[in-house]
């Protein structure tokens, strides 16, 4: 069973992916981010948007970002939210996924934000919910996390300008498993970088298929030569275990960003981490902390992004 993510008329009913939407509508996603975000920490403005209508964060992964902020995001449009506990729920008396969704559509949810560990797993959930239930991927095994993607790029609009030409943007660490590599890499092309580059260790690098169009390289130094943006990713500490990487000491040395390393780049490159951080792994405290760290501007964006989301899916008119 497959799910388009677009009306026939060409409007999202659901947003399951960057990969494959237009610029259009991811400018138009962003421009709204972009008005809203002085109404997202706070006030009354926009209480009505969603005032009747009922969103569900159902998560079977841990979030605290993600969550929290689709939570308040939510609220703050004037929907009724409601926090699905996969912990204390009847998924572990072997409820599956589909009936759990179901079961909570039956009592008049609107909208599902959904987080899981498999690829796939949310496309599957709208393929078999009514046809004007609303989904949002909040992240999908390896493969998407698209409002991230866009947080990233309303936080990279906001310190470099919306020509996105001239900008050279290095994505470094274990690209292979993660889904804000994907998300961020189909909309820094939508948005017309000028140049991606992707640099990690040869293991943790997925297909060239994905990395079409990118300077891809293992030397973290060479790579981040006069690049104005460098995203760094979080090294999932189980792939040690797995003997993809041979020590987190080893890992930092060849791939951590310290405050040497950042000089490398152009004086006034942002530095970005998704979240969350693993410190002295891939990123120093320094730089994490430092002046051109702007990390915390990326969670801070992830309100807006999420209010202009839930807007634009669910807000009658
Ligand atoms: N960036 C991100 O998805 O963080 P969480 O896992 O905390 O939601």
Redesign the pocket.
């Known amino acids: 069973m497959s799910v388009s993510q677009l009306h026939p008329d060409g409007r999202l009913q659901h947003l399951l992916t960057l990969d494959g939407l237009s610029t259009g509508i991811m400018e138009e996603l962003l421009d709204s981010a972009e008005a809203l975000r002085p109404h997202a920490h706070g006030g009354t403005v926009f209480r009505n948007v969603l005032a009747g209508r009922t969103l569900c964060t159902l998560f079977f ?9 689709f939570q308040l995001a939510a609220i703050r449009l004037g929907a009724d939210t409601l926090v699905f506990d996969v912990s204390s729920s009847s998924t572990s008396k072997g409820e599956s996924p589909l009936d759990t969704m179901r079961t909570l559509e039956a009592m008049g949810v609107d909208a599902f934000v959904v ?1 899981h560990a498999r690829d796939g797993a949310v496309a599957e959930l709208a393929a078999g919910a009514r046809p004007d239930t609303v989904f949002i991927n ?2 999908d095994g390896r493969s998407n ?1 698209p409002t ?1 993607g866009l947080l990233d790029m309303l936080t990279l609009r906001q310190r470099k300008g919306t020509d996105f030409s001239k900008l050279r943007v290095l994505i470094c660490g274990d690209v292979l498993h993660s889904r ?1 590599a994907r998300s961020d890499l189909h909309a820094l092309r939508a948005l017309g970088t000028g140049e991606i580059r992707v640099c990690g260790p040869t293991n943790l690098l997925p297909d060239a298929s994905l990395l079409a169009g990118c300077r891809v390289g293992q030397d973290f130094d060479a790579a981040l030569d006069g690049v104005d943006a460098v995203i760094m990713l979080r090294l999932q500490r189980e792939r040690m275990e797995q003997g993809l990487v041979p020590s987190l000491e080893g890992y930092f040395h060849e791939f951590g960003l310290t405050p040497e390393r950042l000089r490398r780049a152009r004086p006034d490159a942002v530095v970005m981490h ?3 951080m693993n410190r002295g792994v891939e990123i120093a405290d320094a730089v994490a902390d430092g002046p051109q760290s702007v990390i915390f501007d ?1 969670v801070g964006n ?1 309100l807006p992004v999420r209010m202009a989301v839930l807007r634009t899916l669910l807000a009658s008119g």
Not at 61 to 69: I, K, V
């Open positions: 992964e841990t979030s605290t970002r993600t969550r929290s902020s987080r909040a992240g996390h991230q804000v998704p979240g969350p990326q992830g």
